[in-house]
């Protein structure tokens, strides 16, 4: 690859931030006072007990992929465990000065609007919660941690649903052993990406950590910014308030681009007001405080490393639209909720081939996200289980209590493809490749409850054939239920489609912690217990 092409590509969006968070994210102020009229400032917040909490989004404290994403071309994940615990901090110590901010990312994002931006190489570190013990965090303070998180992905499969073929036993050697941290690089340059992995080999070494799987992640080449089953991926995203600058604050002010509503940053960040809940509107409720002192301004990261099927899902999606006598477009906008351009169905109506090539004002930052299911109750339009309703159903009413409920749910997917495309029109493979040969998600989203988002939007919307209706049927993308899985499809020949077993299985993943820069250093220096106060000694009666 030439340079450039590389350094054209800067220009361009990448897969990760998408269409409308490219544009509308990070070029806010970063004071949250700057959030609209008639919403509280978080000093207006309701404060839980705890150290000083920060009135503004501290970006120099916060890990750079969490509120902007890296969003970089090139990306590798490398699973770490430590060795003698001493040279494990040794390692943490010397990795600290190398990671990225938010603010560092913020600043590049502006770049980028500027096109002023220039290839870099950007390093962040996440620990799970064995890696936490092996860094010798003190059993207290570890027990502040939230149950999900202590328990670590594996151990809470059959919330999750990964069971026969997606359970834990199954999965690729690598990740069948607790792993303690992921190093996370993304690069514009697949050569400074490969040259940042050699570094942390060396880096690693040094101090006796294991280096146990590098999974390296890429934008597909031939199809930039579409995962593997060819829809264009990370297009929808949470705003955050005082970091994404909303378009048109004046008219929309609650809002990033048309349709991507802001959230208060406690959805994401440890430290900060979370969103309000049934009833709040706009206003924020209690900070979110889950995890010991020291996890202010850090944020839960779930992995998962989800293989595709892509031939299986082809063969089912003509079949599927054979039977249905729709269009093989009509029949993947159904399953996904967009076309596979990301032109949104809900504003497009069905149309036999996919309107966003003809149109590409459809995924413009003005329309790609500006919709609701709301005027579509029954899913004629877009299903009540296409993946994008089931994921995010707006302002879906919910037994939880609607759109307000919804809001706390939310997850900052920061996903990337693995292994290499299949072409279109290749024969069909006699079985789907298997690891480390095949090819599929690096699923990577950020939160401040395991339990409150990720999982519940697997467990209770994902798996659930029932939500938001009986009889909507399983998430057809990436529902991981045992037994048979449907979708229902109305206004098509039979209305019902039987899902083939899987198109997406799960082979590795963990729940991480990504601290703040100053608790990587605390983690560091094994200083995250505060000494103990001086006894308070009474003196002895006088006399005695
Ligand atoms: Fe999904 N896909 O290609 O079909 N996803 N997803 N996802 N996903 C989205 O709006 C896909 C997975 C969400 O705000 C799009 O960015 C695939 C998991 C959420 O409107 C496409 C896999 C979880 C949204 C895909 C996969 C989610 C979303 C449309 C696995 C969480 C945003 C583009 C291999 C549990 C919804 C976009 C919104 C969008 C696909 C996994 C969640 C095309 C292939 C595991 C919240």
């Not at 350094?7 to 509308?24: E, I, M, P």
């Not at 220039?118 to 570190?125: A, E, G, L």
């Amino acid at each position: 690859m030439t340079q450039q092409r590389n350094d054209q590509k800067l220009t361009r969006r990448g897969f990760v931030a998408g269409v409308g968070a490219a544009a509308a994210a990070i070029v806010g102020p970063t004071v949250l006072d700057a959030a609209p009229a008639g919403a509280e400032t978080l000093n207006g917040a309701a404060v839980q007990p705890g150290p000083p909490l920060p009135d503004s989004l501290q970006l120099n404290e916060i890990q750079g992929n969490i509120l902007g994403g890296f969003n970089k071309d090139y990306q590798a994940l490398l699973f770490v465990t430590f060795g003698q615990q001493a040279r494990a901090r040794q390692w943490l110590s010397q990795l600290t000065p190398k990671l990225t901010t938010s603010a560092t990312v913020a600043a590049y994002q502006q770049a980028l609007v500027a096109g002023t931006a220039k290839p870099v190489t950007w390093v962040n570190v996440a620990v799970s919660a064995a890696g936490m013990t092996a860094l010798g965090v003190d059993p207290t303070q570890y027990q502040e941690f939230p149950l999900d998180f202590r328990e670590g992905m594996a151990a809470r499969a059959s919330i999750v649903g990964d069971v026969g073929p997606n359970a834990p036993a199954k999965w690729a050697a690598p990740f069948r052993k607790r792993l303690h941290a992921v190093v996370i690089i993304g690069a514009d340059k697949a050569a400074d990406r490969d040259a940042a992995v050699a570094a942390q080999r060396t880096l690693a070494g040094t101090y006796g950590v294991v280096i146990e799987f590098v999974q390296n992640g890429a934008v597909r080449a031939d199809d930039p910014g579409h995962e593997h089953f060819g829809f264009r991926d990370g297009i929808s995203q949470p705003g955050v308030r005082g970091f994404t600058q909303p378009v048109d604050p004046v008219n929309n002010p609650n809002q990033g681009i048309p349709g991507q509503d802001l959230l208060w940053p406690g959805e994401f960040v440890i430290g900060y007001p979370r969103q309000g809940g049934v009833g709040a509107g706009t206003n924020p409720g209690p900070r979110a405080n889950s995890g010991p002192a020291w996890a202010l301004n850090g944020a839960y990261l779930v992995f998962r490393r989800l293989a595709q099927d892509v031939d299986g899902f082809r063969r089912f999606m003509k079949k599927a639209a054979d039977d249905q006598g729709i269009s093989v477009d009509l029949m993947g906008a159904k399953v996904v909720g967009r076309y596979r351009s990301g032109a949104p169905l809900e504003t497009t109506g069905n149309q036999a081939v996919d309107p966003g090539i003809a149109d590409p004002s459809l995924v413009s930052d003005a329309k790609v996200n500006d919709f609701e299911f709301g005027e579509d109750p029954d899913g004629t339009t877009v299903p009540l289980a296409a993946h994008i309703r089931k994921t995010y159903p707006r302002d879906e009413p919910t037994a939880d209590g609607g759109e307000e409920d919804t809001q706390t749910h939310r997850i900052m997917r920061r996903g990337i493809p693995y292994g290499t495309s299949l072409p279109r029109n290749a024969p069909s493979p006699s079985a789907p490749p298997s690891f480390p040969n095949d090819r599929g998600l690096l699923f990577l989203c950020y939160q401040s409850s395991i339990a409150r988002q990720f999982e519940f939007v697997q467990r209770r919307w994902v798996n659930d054939p029932n939500f938001p209706r009986a009889g909507a049927g399983h998430d057809p993308v990436m529902s991981q239920v045992d037994g048979p899985r449907f979708f229902s499809v109305p206004g098509t020949r039979t209305g019902h489609v039987e899902l083939m077993s899987r198109f997406v299985t799960t082979t590795g993943g963990d729940y991480f912690f990504q601290p703040s820069i100053t608790a990587v250093g605390l983690l560091a220096a094994g200083t995250t217990t505060p000494p103990r106060p001086p006894a308070t000694t009474t003196a002895p009666p006088k006399g005695r």
